[in-house]
Every structure is written in C-alpha cells, then in structure tokens.
C-alpha cells in the first residue's frame, strides 16, 4: 500500500510517522521563560544531526487548535536557551507527568516533583536524574508548514554522570548501564534500550559484484 503524503491530513501523517520512525530518542527539555518559569517537557522528534559544531533538532509541534507555540518552543525563541535531557527508566513516571498540558505559569519541576542541577553555560536547570544532559543554545527555529517549528541547538556543555563513564581518558561511556527508553508505535507506547546486537562495519568487497563464489543476492 502508498501513501501519498502530500494529500493526507496531518493526523494520518502524524501516525504513520510515529508508528514506523521508531525507536526515537526522548528529549526531556528544560527551558526557563522570560518570567522564571522552569519548563520541563518532553518530545521524541529529537535526534542528533553533526558533530562540528554539535548539533541537535527538536521537531515542536505547535498546540493543535491554535496552532501557536508551545511553552518549550516560545522559552526558547525568546531566550535562545535549552537544556536536553535524556531519559533513563527510573524517570520514566516523572518524564510522563511533564507530558500534562499545565498552565504556563506552572512549573513542571515542581508539579512532577523533578530535582533539577544548575547549568553552567545556560539559565535553565538540568535534570538530576538524566544519565546525560546537553546545555543548548538555538542556532535557528524554522516554522516550515503551520503545525510545527523545527528548532535546530548547539550543544555547549554535556553533562554524564561519572558511574556511567568507564574510561575517562579515553570517553568510553557505558551505555546500556544509562537504561535509556524511547518512543515507539501509538500513543503511550515505550522502548528499553536494553535488547542491542552488534555488526562490525564491512569493508569494500568487488566480489560481490562480480558474480563470484562469495556474491549474494542480500
């Protein structure tokens, strides 16, 4: 079956995006408003996306009737600051209760019950808890389409926690240990990130396109 993306409505866009782009990594994102408000809530259009400088994208998508923007996206648009956290297991109960559409004059620091860290480069307050956090700041927040802004971060500080690091000269990072979950298919549905396997990256072979004994159809 085709889908011809330029004709459905968002919705079904939406599910068939969510429910096949799967595992995805969860941003726990704290922002701090102009006000002073800590905002914490999390998103799963994350992803890396370079190394020189570091890069991160967050897809925020917009509130759905209005279509403005929602408090991460508006705190960091007008501060240029963010701090991504990512989410272990034992935070998974805190992250969901982020997820409630609170007033923007209510922290949800304070309504999940969340421990927070000061930054060092950036205003808003790190997770914790979170295995990693990234201090962030906005190098470009593009509304493409109506319902969403894609916000594109440098990260200028990386915070891990020491347990997680087995060997520091050289940043060997344990991290199957950092029990990090995801988002995956329909609503409410998570990932461990605990089942892994590993394939070495293969080298150049011409044999397999030259028909030879060791050439497969795969």
């Known amino acids: 079956m085709q889908f011809d ?3 459905l409505p968002m919705a079904t866009r939406y599910k068939i995006i969510n429910s096949t782009i799967t595992p995805r990594p969860i941003a726990w994102i704290t922002t701090r408003s102009e006000a002073g408000i800590i905002n914490a809530a999390p998103y799963s259009f994350f992803n890396a996306v370079g190394t020189e400088p570091p890069l991160i994208v967050l897809g925020l998508l917009k509130e ?3 279509r403005g923007l ?3 996206a508006t705190n960091i648009i007008a501060t240029g600051e963010f701090v991504v956290n990512l989410v272990c297991e034992a935070d998974a109960d805190k992250m969901n209760q982020c997820s409630v559409d609170t007033p923007a004059d209510v922290s949800e620091i304070d309504y999940a019950g969340i421990a927070v860290e000061p930054s060092v480069l950036v205003a808003p307050p790190r997770i914790a808890t979170s295995p990693v956090s990234f201090e962030c ?3 470009a927040a593009l509304d493409i389409g109506s319902f969403q802004t894609v916000m594109i971060g440098e990260i200028v500080m990386t915070h891990i926690q020491d347990e997680f690091i087995s060997d520091r000269e ?3 990072l344990d991290t ?3 029990k990090l979950i995801g988002r995956t298919h329909g609503s409410g549905w998570y990932v461990r990130n605990s089942d892994s396997f590993q394939m070495e990256r293969p ?3 011409p044999s397999r396109l030259a028909g030879g004994e060791d050439a497969t159809d795969e």
């Open 64 to 66: 759905p009737a209005s």
């Open 70 to 72: 929602k408090n991460t």
């Open 203 to 205: 080298r150049y072979d």
């Open 170 to 172: 050289r940043v060997y």
């Open 176 to 178: 199957p240990a950092m």
């Open 5 to 7: 993306m330029r004709s």
């Open 137 to 139: 700041r906005k190098v």
